[in-house]
Every structure is written in structure tokens, then in C-alpha cells.
């Protein structure tokens, strides 16, 4: 019932930035929590960070707060998540999730739909 697309993945030098988007589609969009994720070589899926329209709130990992901002973009219909002086470590494939739920859950097991992922590449 809901589909989501991520894009903006890509290969940069440690300390720049990359803009990712998801783009999801359903009628009741809105009301869903909206959450991004990645998953590193060898590692299990992690949370990164969570916007939710229901509590107007925002949440993120420890790891990425200071660097990453998740927002929503004027065609009300996609969620980005900018992420600003990246480090080799931030390389993953990078998820977003719909979660019906209000508040900003951070587990996997919370989040009903995925996107297919799409790849950050840090270089040192």
C-alpha cells in the first residue's frame, strides 16, 4: 500500500556531503513515520534517524546528530536526509522505512515498509 524510492546515494571524500531522498506513495502518506536505516558490510541494519508528521518531532542515532538533518521537502510527498561531513564509516546502503505509528520509533521491527536501499560510499 505504500511504496517508497530512495535515490542520492553515491561515492564522496570523507568530510562531504550527500543528499538523499525517499519518495513514497499511498494516500494516506502523511500519516505515516518516516525513518532512514543502513547497513554496513558485515553488520547488522542500524538505525540512523526518524521524522514523524503525527508529532511534528525528530530523532537521531548518536553516531550521525550534528550531521545528518532529516526533513521533508515542499511536494509534502518526499523525506531527505542530508548528511553533511561524512566519515569512511558512514558507508553503508541506506534504507528508508514507513512506520503507522506516531512518536519516533528506532527499531527495525517497528517500520512496516522499505525502500530497496541505495548506496553511500565514503572515501578516506
Known amino acids: 500500500q505504500v511504496q517508497l524510492v530512495e535515490s542520492g546515494g553515491g561515492l564522496v571524500q570523507a568530510g562531504g556531503s550527500l543528499r538523499l531522498s525517499c519518495t513514497a506513495s499511498?494516500?494516506?502518506?502523511?500519516?505515516?513515520?518516516m525513518g532512514w536505516f543502513r547497513q554496513a558490510p558485515g553488520k547488522e541494519r542500524e538505525f540512523v534517524a526518524v521524522?514523524?508528521?503525527?508529532?511534528?518531532?525528530?530523532y537521531y542515532a548518536d553516531s550521525v546528530k550534528g550531521r545528518f538533518t532529516i526533513s521533508r521537502d515542499n511536494a509534502k510527498n518526499t523525506v531527505c536526509l542530508q548528511m553533511n561531513n561524512l566519515k569512511p564509516e558512514d558507508t553503508a546502503v541506506y534504507y528508508c522505512a514507513a512506520a503507522p505509528i506516531a512518536g519516533t520509533p528506532i527499531r527495525t521491527n517497528d517500520y512496516n515498509y522499505w525502500g530497496q536501499g541505495t548506496q553511500v560510499t565514503v572515501s578516506a
Open positions: 499511498g494516500r494516506t502518506f502523511s500519516s505515516y513515520t
Open positions: 521524522f514523524s508528521w503525527i508529532g511534528g518531532s525528530t
